[in-house]
């Protein structure tokens, strides 16, 4: 089985903390699944500012799950992106390479082909881009 990464990126600190504590629930549950033997989809979870995604994350990323079955989201690593905006819509400083990794046109689209991912945002309704 694969880990389960959740990358944050935080201006203020209400990701990072929506992040961890994801984190330490799913922590629980696997303690929990452990004790009943019984297991989920995947084995332990990777908690990460957005911008460690290279050296913690990337290498994971493009191989596949241990098992080598890629044609379930169930076998595939599974991503959580939470992050807010700052300024008017624009990513945290500590997610911004990772964002910029994403739009770049060398990168392959193979890359993240093993992954399966969701997104948060969260947005200012000040602004008029959130």
């Known amino acids: 089985m694969a880990p389960l990464f959740i990358l944050y990126g935080s201006a203020t600190g209400n990701a990072e903390h929506i992040a961890k504590d994801l984190r330490d629930r ?6 929990d699944e452990q004790q009943q033997s019984s297991s989920g989809t995947f084995d332990s979870v990777i908690c990460v500012e957005g911008n460690d995604f290279k050296k913690k994350c990337l290498p994971i990323w493009e ?3 241990a098992d080598g079955n890629t044609t379930n989201a169930a076998k ?11 300024g008017n819509a624009d990513p945290p400083e500590n ?3 990772f964002i910029r990794y994403l739009k770049r046109r060398t ?9 399966s991912y969701a997104v948060l ?8 881009s959130f």
Do not use: A
């Open 26 to 31: 799913f922590v629980k549950r696997l303690e």
């Open 63 to 65: 191989s596949p799950p």
């Open 76 to 86: 595939k690593h599974g991503i959580l992106v939470i992050t807010s905006t700052t």
């Open 95 to 97: 997610i911004s390479r």
């Open 107 to 115: 990168t392959s689209p193979q890359t993240f082909s093993n992954c």
């Open 121 to 128: 945002g969260l947005g200012d309704t000040n602004y008029d």
